[in-house]
């Protein structure tokens, strides 16, 4: 059974970096896709940036420049948030598909149980 498991949330000011990460375990064959997305309280999950084949990336628009997605090794995927301002503040979730790679939740079949990330004004 494919588990996801997140790490390296927190509390920070605004302008402080934080860098969260996906560790993987239970595949049966390596995800084509990884991503991460966020859903702040009262809001839509909304894809933050997703990577193909550990090399393709595609950022959304309000982070492009600040964040920044690796795929370490086929079990860990890391991302390094710089520059972080209020409206970031969210729970952030590690997705993984083994076909199409979007930044569309219905797009991926196994999700972390997220970790928190808060930042303060």
């Known amino acids: 059974q494919v588990q996801l498991v997140e790490s390296g949330g927190g509390s920070v000011p605004a302008g402080g970096s934080l860098r969260l990460s996906c560790a993987a375990s239970?595949?049966?064959?390596?995800?084509?896709?990884m991503a991460w997305f966020r859903q702040a309280p009262g809001k839509e999950r909304e894809g933050v940036v997703r990577?193909?084949?550990?090399?393709?990336t595609y950022y959304a628009d309000s982070v492009k420049g600040r964040f920044t997605i690796s795929q370490d090794n086929v079990n860990t995927l890391s991302l390094q948030m710089d520059s972080l301002k209020p409206e970031d503040t969210a729970m952030y979730y590690c997705?993984?598909?083994?076909?199409?790679?979007?930044?569309?939740?219905?797009?991926?079949?196994?999700w972390g149980q997220g970790t928190q990330v808060t930042v303060s004004s």
């Open positions: 239970g595949y049966t064959s390596r995800p084509t896709c």
């Open positions: 990577i193909w084949r550990g090399t393709d």
């Open positions: 997705a993984a598909s083994s076909g199409l790679c979007s930044l569309y939740d219905y797009t991926y079949d196994y």
